[in-house]
């Protein structure tokens, strides 16, 4: 009986240690739990305080974000006007460059400019004297590279601004009171003279001059006031010229 009984207070005393055992640990995890959840709270309140405390900080950030944001903007403004005058430079000289290029294309084409021309059409003939200077028409036209020269009103009309190389030359019978004789004109001013004069046979001379032309500028031949000259098929009258170089 004692027996027994004693084996039932051992029993006893270890449910109780077990019921005991398992109580405390339960207590434990509830207080290890509860200790959590107050370091969570504790955690969500510091974040709390910490946001509120970081809230001025963060707005300067944002506030310095934004003053930089507009300092490049104004930036990216200017490199934009920038590049939009570069490209109206560029433009700009895109257009000048296809009007040199222009320039040099009709330059190019009139760069070929030379004439040869003798006083008569056909037959033979004596022109003069006259009391006054009188303008000399070649109309028989040998070369007339670039037009530049009117056989119906007997002008060379500079194309072109450049230098220009002019020749004439000019025969007549010789006479005891007419000499032969013709000079060169540019815009109605008198240049150079080709003149000769003896009383019998023939009588002839010459003359060529470099002009500086301007587009538009004028050059023709005048018969000097009572003189006389005479051509035929042999073409003893020329007037030549033809442009050196361009300006």
């Not at 903007?73 to 460059?97: C, P």
């Not at 530049?148 to 019978?173: C, E, K, L, W």
Request: aromatic share 12%.
């Amino acid at each position: 009986m004692r027996m027994f009984f004693s084996l039932f207070l051992i029993i006893s005393f270890f449910f109780t240690a077990q019921l005991q055992a398992e109580s405390d640990n339960e207590i434990i995890a509830h207080l290890k739990q509860t200790a959590s959840q107050g370091r969570e709270l504790g955690n969500v309140s510091e974040h709390q305080q910490t946001c509120s405390y970081d809230i001025p900080a963060l707005l300067k950030e944002m506030i310095a974000s934004v003053a930089a944001l507009k300092v490049e903007v104004k930036y990216l403004q200017r490199d934009n006007e920038a590049q939009d005058g570069e490209l109206a430079t560029i433009k700009t000289r895109a257009n000048i460059t296809e009007n040199q290029l222009e320039v040099l294309k009709t330059e190019g084409e009139v760069k070929r400019v030379a004439f040869s021309a003798s006083l008569l059409a056909s037959g033979s003939g004596t022109f003069g004297p006259f009391n006054a200077h009188t303008n000399l028409v070649f109309r028989h036209v040998v070369t007339n590279i670039g037009n530049a020269y009117n056989p119906h009103s007997g002008f060379f009309i500079a194309p072109v601004r450049g230098v220009y190389q002019f020749q004439f030359y000019i025969f007549g019978h010789g006479h005891a009171s007419h000499a032969s004789a013709a000079v060169l004109v540019k815009n109605g001013e008198h240049v150079f003279i080709a003149y000769e004069y003896q009383p019998s046979h023939g009588a002839a001379s010459s003359n060529g001059v470099s002009l500086l032309l301007e587009v538009g500028d004028v050059v023709f031949m005048r018969l000097w006031a009572n003189a006389r000259i005479f051509d035929n098929g042999n073409r003893h009258n020329t007037f030549s010229g033809h442009l050196l170089f361009t300006m």
